[in-house]
Each structure stands twice: as C-alpha cells, then as structure tokens.
C-alpha cells in the first residue's frame, strides 16, 4: 500500500490526465455548424481527383469534417451524454483528491503540537535504538557462549 502523499499525487496526475482527455474529446468530437463554403471560386481549393467529394453523398456523421483534421463530430445527444460523463469524472476525482488532502496529518493540528508529536517520536526512536543495541549484544554473547560449546563437545 502507498502512503497518502503517494496517493496524492497519483489522483493528481489522473486528473491532470482527465481534463486534457476531456479537452481533447471536446474538440475532436464536438458538434459544428456547417462549413461554409467559399464565395468565389478563386479561393476554393482546387478539387482532388483522387478523394471523393462530398456532393456523392457519401459523408456521413463519423467523417472528418473539411478543414479540422482529425475531428469526427458527435450527434448533439451523444456530446451532450459524454460531456456529463466527462464532468462526472472530473468531479470525482476532485473529490477523491479533497478527501485524500483531508486524511493527511496535521491539517487540524498546531506547528507547535506537531513539533511536540515529532520531538516525543524522535525520543521513541532513540529508546528503541537503544534496546536494539542492547539486543545485538546479547545476541552476540549468546553466539560466543555456543561456539564455545561446539569448541568443546569437538574435543570430546
């Protein structure tokens, strides 16, 4: 398990992630008014031979629109049920970030009684180092204490 600062910046980095994926749909797939077509020809670009053109009527909802590579417009009701879904994600995650923010340590206490907590851990700390060092002695006592032995029964 990751601690909460881990965490947060996990959810930070999705929601960074959320909102260009969102813009990003927003763009490529929002529904746009006609194309207007140029006035006078000596403007319009030059047909290709080798596309088809739209007059076949061969477009159709998913095609690209002139003009905007890459985008594939939605219909209205689509866009309008994605875009609410979009919303909905982004609006959790945000809630996901404040709950996480509202888990971390210290938010509701005091520099001075966070120093107080730190200083009484840090005392903790130096107890257990202590007895640590106390343990590996006596371990190391006790590994002498049976090489002796081995030594002797070896001479039996």
């Given at each position: 398990?990751?601690?909460?600062l881990?965490?947060?910046?996990?959810?930070?980095?999705?929601?960074?992630?959320?909102?260009?994926?969102?813009?990003?749909?927003i763009?490529?797939?929002?529904?746009?008014?006609?194309?207007?077509?140029?006035?006078?020809?000596?403007?319009?670009p030059a047909?290709d031979?080798n596309?088809?053109?739209?007059?076949?009527?061969?477009?159709s909802?998913?095609?690209?629109?002139?003009?905007?590579?890459?985008?594939?417009?939605?219909t209205?009701?689509?866009?309008?049920?994605a875009?609410?879904?979009?919303?909905r994600?982004?609006?959790?995650?945000?809630?996901?970030?404040?709950?996480?923010?509202?888990?971390?340590p210290?938010?509701?206490?005091?520099?001075e009684?966070?120093?107080?907590?730190?200083?009484?851990l840090?005392?903790g700390?130096?107890?257990?180092?202590?007895?640590?060092e106390?343990?590996?002695r006596?371990?190391?006592?006790l590994?002498?204490?049976?090489?002796?032995?081995?030594?002797?029964?070896?001479?039996?």
């Open positions: 398990m990751t601690d909460r881990t965490q947060l910046s996990d959810c930070l980095d999705q929601l960074s992630t959320q909102f260009y994926a969102s813009l990003r749909y763009t490529t797939h929002h529904p746009s008014p006609s194309q207007p077509r140029p006035s006078s020809p000596s403007t319009a047909p031979p596309t088809q053109n739209s007059s076949t009527g061969n477009n909802a998913h095609d690209e629109i002139p003009g905007s590579p890459g985008q594939r417009p939605d209205p009701d689509t866009f309008a049920a875009t609410r879904e979009l919303a994600d982004l609006v959790l995650k945000q809630k996901q970030i404040e709950a996480l923010i509202g888990a971390l210290g938010i509701e206490t005091s520099e009684e966070q120093n107080r907590r730190l200083r009484g840090e005392g700390l130096r107890r257990m180092a202590e007895e640590r106390e343990v590996v006596e371990k190391e006592r590994v002498r204490m049976v090489e002796d032995v081995i030594v002797k029964v070896r001479r039996v």
